[in-house]
């Protein structure tokens, strides 16, 4: 067709200039109900020059004015996402304008990709909460039932009375640690999470773990490396040569970081997905790999075959930074000690915990840096470099105390272990074809730098100890740890603080500290450990028994236990993401005689709580955002007055302290004395103890929530080092700021020039690793771990919490890419993004078995409970599992059933244990360290339409 018959193309007289131009205002005709075809568009005037001459032009004001303001506040979100983001927000007329991502990240390493800017379209929309309809603006009460939705306004201190008087009886009566406090993550809002945690350590309350609770916390990495998760900063991602995702869906869950991994591809490294399904990740990759969902173990076990059998492995960095050469009893399956061997020459104050290796002249040797030569857990004034040369394969006999001994290594023993994954096991097991991970693995090995990027997804399954041993071995035969471009990088949520000891010292004053596994805690006080398996129950009791595991409130000395009483929430949604939530709302919730929600909008815990407090939103208040993801601080400031009657949480528990102390003096309360610490809790001094600072004793310094801002960068080794800067909270409004240094907590320095990698204290510094062994140690000797044969990584099948013929489909729960957890899966703009309702993803075999079409109202249902969603046909998926991305609100569902309502709560009983037994220096109870894990994916469930469920 010619150009000039596009110009005079026509219909019923009108130009199709003049038809598009009509069109464009079809919004407006339709809203009348008129159309086109109604002759609706003669009123329109035609014009032949939009640019130039144009009758109405002021709509072009309104985008004018979103570049017309009145002021520009730093600020970023409080959310566990691990992208500590700062945005500058825009305000006009007192009111949140817009907000655009910051782009003045200085640059430490001009060979990495740009660090500028970070965001997602998430962040890009929270302005949208400040003035939301579900935000929460004054104090209210519940009127009604738990969750029915009736409440009545009240004022600030009727709340803050009620809650005072409450506090007070439980402490009189001597409950004070059946109060409970749970706030999630402190890295992403500091001085909030302190806000709640100060004014409950200071009531003698208990304080919940997080990490573990949510299924983050990778056990196997205390395990094998005795350290809570440290991760190289994403930008280190560029350093690699080869990386494998796996089990991390990096273009949804860490979309400011995407860009390393992606632009590391263009810089010529290969990126391997292991995906169970064809996710959005695994589109950018070179090679896609799908196990079986919860067979990611034995894929690994069978690459560390490949490399073990075709000699692969790094012989060096095994024989010194591993336990591969450490001699192992036979008879028992313990290391054997050095207090076993006559005539060893060691130098230990405990020879029992010096484990023993084999030199190539078949002379024993104690192994430098063992837990019993070090002064405690981490030790950096000794070293485990060796000065002889130690044998891997050892298959001997040696005398001990107790006569002859067979003893074989570490080694051998793996060896043996790795055996059974054989190319056809693992095809058969994994469904990965006999080459390609025998393909990867030498890959892998090849290279100079190698990393891992590991995910949740590993973590969800109940052996997930198992996958996550099995995966880290992979750098460990290989020496891919230590080092710049190297490691496994696991990342869930802002799990890790930088400026930990200000943190801590803010949020824990006392210094004694009631924290509690929340897994544990839920089993116990939802009626979980009634119905669970008998030898489940008997290792849960023997760990709490022998006080490996802390169970709040306290055994009393009669032998009773009282129900907590009291739980505090806030920057969190614990109803919502509880599994088992069921019997949590069911029992544990029965059991609370007040549950206090705080927070900025109406989510599902505020829905089913007894008071709600109005919080500031994020726009709204002072404090800190970091994450491990990157080694800057920056902050929050606020760029618009709270809304309504709403405080930040800083206010709100120092005006709640302020109410006891007042009530406390006008009843003349006696301190009371702590059964467990050496500390009497005044509440008279209450108010004057929250608003002191601890460290350097001036009273009234914490009044104001930018003051704590300052404590925590004060006390902090990252930002106020003995021999660095001082970073002050100015400095990180004027613009992010890099950390000076690393604290004890972390296991390597922040060097100039370079991205922060972790492990290099004891890889290239050569300190003892924070282990029984003072090594990468794999081999783990505990008996609650040889009884089940665990005590080397091994493969082992999800558990059946359901009966396979009667709920033939596998039910797991992601991240999904439009909600950080439950914040914003009510945003109006997110849903807008997706279906708007709970969504179900279906293979398309799956779906055609069941008579399901793609945007069926459809019930997952297993023996637990029934929730409807909306069916998605998704081809990217593998036949036989479904896929509900979580975090969805209660109140979302018709039934108030929600995604966790399938899901069972267990625990597995070795994540219980401490180690060793007496001491526990390498595993013992640390809130967010060391408990045992929620578990989410070992569950079945089956779907059928719902019926009349397209009326």
């Not at 994450?627 to 601080?633: A, S």
């Given at each position: 067709m010619s150009d000039s018959e596009h110009t005079n193309?026509?219909?019923?007289?009108?130009?199709?200039?003049?038809?598009?131009?009509?069109?464009?205002?079809?919004?407006?005709?339709?809203?009348?109900?008129?159309?086109?075809?109604?002759?609706?568009?003669?009123?329109?005037?035609?014009?032949?020059?939009?640019?130039?001459?144009?009758?109405?032009?002021?709509?072009?004001?309104?985008?004018?004015?979103?570049?017309?303001?009145?002021?520009?506040?730093?600020?970023?979100?409080?959310?566990?996402?691990t992208g500590s983001c700062s945005w500058d927000v825009y305000v006009k007329n007192g009111q949140v304008w817009r907000e655009q991502q910051a782009n003045d990240y200085p640059r430490f390493d001009e060979s990495l990709p740009d660090p500028n800017p970070r965001g997602c379209q998430k962040g890009a929309c929270y302005n949208d909460y400040v003035d939301a309809e579900q935000r929460v603006q004054y104090p209210m009460r519940r009127t009604g039932e738990r969750g029915a939705g009736e409440w009545e306004r009240i004022s600030w201190d009727e709340a803050l009375t009620e809650i005072a008087e409450h506090v007070i009886e439980e402490v009189q009566e001597g409950r004070y640690d059946a109060i409970s406090g749970f706030t999630p993550i402190p890295a992403m809002s500091p001085v909030s999470f302190a806000s709640g945690t100060r004014l409950v350590n200071l009531l003698g309350g208990v304080s919940h773990s997080f990490y573990d609770w949510y299924s983050d916390l990778p056990p196997g990495q205390p395990i094998t490396w005795g350290h809570q998760t440290d991760n190289a900063e994403?930008?280190?991602?560029?350093?690699?040569?080869?990386?494998?995702?796996?089990?991390?869906?990096?273009?949804?869950?860490?979309?400011?970081?995407?860009?390393?991994?992606?632009?590391?591809?263009?810089?010529?490294?290969?990126?391997?997905?292991?995906?169970?399904?064809?996710?959005?990740?695994?589109?950018?990759?070179?090679?896609?790999?799908?196990?079986?969902?919860?067979?990611?173990?034995?894929?690994a076990l069978g690459m560390a075959r490949t490399i073990v059998e075709e000699e692969l492995y790094d012989e060096e960095h095994l024989k010194e930074q591993s336990d591969m050469p450490l001699l192992v009893r036979d008879d028992t399956g313990k290391f054997l000690r050095a207090d076993e061997v006559p005539d060893l020459d060691v130098d230990a104050d405990e020879p029992e915990k010096v484990m023993v290796m084999q030199d190539r002249d078949g002379d024993l040797r104690a192994a430098p840096g063992s837990l019993g030569e070090r002064e405690a857990k981490y030790d950096d004034s000794l070293s485990i470099e060796l000065d002889f040369d130690p044998q891997l394969a050892v298959d001997d006999t040696v005398q001990t105390t107790d006569g002859q001994v067979s003893v074989t290594s570490v080694w051998n023993n793996l060896r043996e272990e790795l055996a059974n994954y054989t190319p056809e096991y693992v095809a058969e097991e994994t469904g990965v074809g006999t080459e390609t991970h025998q393909k990867i693995a030498r890959e892998f090995a090849d290279v100079d730098r190698g990393k891992i990027i590991h995910g949740k997804g590993v973590n969800d399954w109940y052996h997930n100890d198992l996958g996550n041993r099995a995966i880290q071995l992979l750098v460990t035969l290989t020496g891919h740890i230590g080092r710049n471009g190297t490691g496994v990088d696991h990342y869930v949520g802002q799990e890790k603080i930088w400026t930990f000891k200000g943190w801590k010292s803010l949020s824990f004053p006392t210094g004694s500290v009631r924290g509690?596994?929340?897994?544990?805690?839920?089993?116990?006080?939802?009626?979980?450990?009634?119905?669970?398996?008998?030898?489940?129950?008997?290792?849960?009791?023997?760990?709490?028994?022998?006080?490996?595991?802390?169970?709040?409130?306290?055994?009393?000395?009669?032998?009773?236990?009282p129900d907590p009483t009291t739980m505090f929430v806030w920057r969190g949604n614990?109803?919502?993401?509880?599994?088992?939530?069921?019997?949590?709302?069911?029992?544990?919730?029965?059991?609370?005689?007040?549950?206090?929600?705080?927070?900025?909008?109406?989510?599902?815990?505020?829905?089913?709580?007894?008071?709600?407090?109005?919080?500031?939103?994020?726009?709204?208040?002072?404090?800190?955002?970091?994450?491990?993801?990157?080694?800057?601080?920056?902050?929050?400031?606020?760029?618009?007055?709270?809304?309504?009657?709403?405080?930040?949480?800083?206010?709100?528990?120092?005006?709640?302290?302020?109410?006891?102390?007042?009530?406390?003096?006008?009843?003349?309360i006696d301190p009371i004395d702590d059964r467990k610490f050496d500390r009497q809790i005044d509440l008279q001094s209450l108010y004057d103890d929250y608003v002191r600072d601890w460290v350097t004793g001036e009273d009234g310094a914490?009044?104001?929530?930018?003051?704590?801002?300052?404590?925590?960068?004060?006390?902090?080794?990252?930002?106020?080092?003995?021999?660095?800067?001082?970073?002050?909270?100015?400095?990180?409004?004027?613009?992010?700021?890099?950390?000076?240094?690393?604290?004890?907590?972390w296991t390597s320095d922040i060097e100039d020039g370079t991205a922060y990698a972790p492990w290099k204290d004891f890889v290239q510094d050569k300190e003892p690793w924070p282990t029984l062994t003072g090594r990468q140690q794999y081999y783990i000797d505990h008996d609650w771990f040889l009884d089940v044969d665990e005590q080397l990584p091994t493969h082992k099948r999800p558990v059946e919490t359901n009966d396979r013929s009667e709920y033939p489909l596998r039910y797991n729960t992601p991240h999904g890419r439009w909600s950080i957890h439950s914040t914003w899966r009510d945003s109006e703009k997110m849903l807008q993004l997706n279906r708007g309702e709970p969504v179900v993803f279906i293979h398309p075999e799956d779906a055609q078995h069941r008579g399901i079409e793609d945007g069926d109202t459809v019930e997952i249902y297993n023996d637990l409970a029934t929730i409807e969603a909306n069916a998605k046909i998704y081809p990217a998926s593998e036949p036989g599992t479904v896929r509900h991305y979580f975090a969805?609100?209660?109140?979302?569902?018709?039934?108030r059933n929600n995604f966790n309502s399938l899901i069972p709560m267990y625990m597995k009983p070795t994540q219980l244990v401490q180690y060793p037994e007496d001491s526990g220096e390498h595993l013992h109870f640390f809130p967010n360290f060391w408990g045992p894990t929620g578990v989410n994916n070992d569950v079945r469930c089956d779907i059928r339409p719902k019926e009349g469920g397209d009326d």
């Open positions: 193309d026509s219909t019923d007289g009108l130009s199709r200039r003049d038809f598009l131009l009509g069109a464009g205002a079809a919004g407006v005709v339709g809203a009348t109900g008129l159309t086109v075809a109604d002759q609706a568009l003669d009123g329109l005037e035609t014009v032949e020059d939009p640019i130039g001459n144009y009758p109405y032009r002021d709509w072009e004001d309104f985008y004018r004015e979103e570049w017309d303001w009145d002021s520009i506040a730093r600020s970023t979100h409080s959310v566990n996402c994403s930008a280190d991602w560029h350093n690699a040569e080869y990386i494998i995702a796996w089990g991390s869906n990096i273009n949804v869950t860490r979309i400011p970081d995407a860009k390393y991994f992606l632009d590391a591809g263009y810089e010529g490294a290969k990126r391997v997905g292991v995906f169970s399904d064809y996710s959005q990740t695994a589109i950018h990759t070179d090679e896609w790999i799908a196990p079986d969902p919860g067979t990611d173990t034995a894929l509690v596994p929340t897994t544990l805690w839920t089993y116990y006080h939802a009626g979980i450990l009634d119905n669970t398996d008998a030898e489940t129950r008997r290792k849960i009791e023997e760990a709490v028994d022998k006080g490996w595991m802390p169970v709040y409130p306290e055994e009393r000395e009669d032998g009773t236990r614990f109803f919502n993401q509880a599994k088992g939530n069921v019997a949590v709302e069911e029992v544990l919730w029965d059991k609370l005689d007040l549950v206090v929600d705080i927070n900025f909008r109406l989510d599902s815990t505020a829905l089913y709580a007894d008071i709600v407090l109005p919080a500031a939103s994020h726009y709204e208040k002072h404090d800190l955002n970091m994450t491990d993801m990157h080694t800057y601080v920056h902050p929050f400031t606020p760029a618009v007055e709270p809304l309504g009657e709403a405080k930040s949480d800083w206010q709100i528990f120092k005006a709640l302290a302020q109410k006891i102390q007042e009530i406390a003096r006008q009843r003349d914490l009044e104001e929530d930018r003051a704590a801002c300052e404590a925590v960068l004060e006390h902090s080794t990252e930002t106020n080092p003995e021999d660095g800067g001082h970073i002050t909270f100015a400095d990180t409004v004027e613009q992010p700021q890099r950390f000076e240094a690393a604290g004890d907590h969805w609100e209660r109140y979302q569902y018709p039934s």
